[in-house]
């Protein structure tokens, strides 16, 4: 049987190194947004993150290490996220109870080629967090 995901370690452990790396600099970045934003934390699926003194999560990122991809939720209350680099892919499924929000694909190499740059993904975490507080 299948052990439950309960740290961010967990969630990271078997992933490829420029992954890892990824998900570490995006991190320190998403924290260093505001000092609104809280410590991320693990669920059974993903890690998750959200302003300080609230249950509302702005984020939720979902390693996927057979795709090497993050998958980030992004929580979009009363606004639409100015989207210039079309990296919206679609919009979380209602099954969610979400409520509005938004799902963004990251790979790694699209970094590498410079389809995007990590300003760009950080540019919508921003506005997330914004329509969050």
């Not at 979902?62 to 989207?83: A, E, G, P």
Request: charged share 30%; hydrophobic share 35%.
């Amino acid at each position: 049987m299948k052990q439950p995901l309960n740290t961010i370690e967990d969630h990271l452990d078997g992933a490829m190194p420029e992954l890892i790396s990824t998900y570490r600099e995006i991190n320190s970045r998403v924290l260093a947004i505001s000092k609104e934003v809280g410590e991320p934390y693990a669920t059974g699926a993903s890690i998750c993150y959200r302003t300080k003194g609230s249950d509302v999560r702005f984020i939720e990122l979902h390693v996927q290490k057979k795709r090497n991809i993050l998958r980030f939720f992004l929580r979009t209350i009363k606004i639409k996220l100015n989207d210039p680099k079309h990296l919206i892919k679609e919009a979380v499924p209602d099954n969610h109870k979400w409520g509005a929000g938004v799902i963004i694909w990251l790979d790694p190499t699209d970094l590498q080629k410079k389809k995007f740059s990590l300003d760009d993904i950080l540019d919508l975490i921003k506005q997330s967090f914004n329509s969050c507080k």
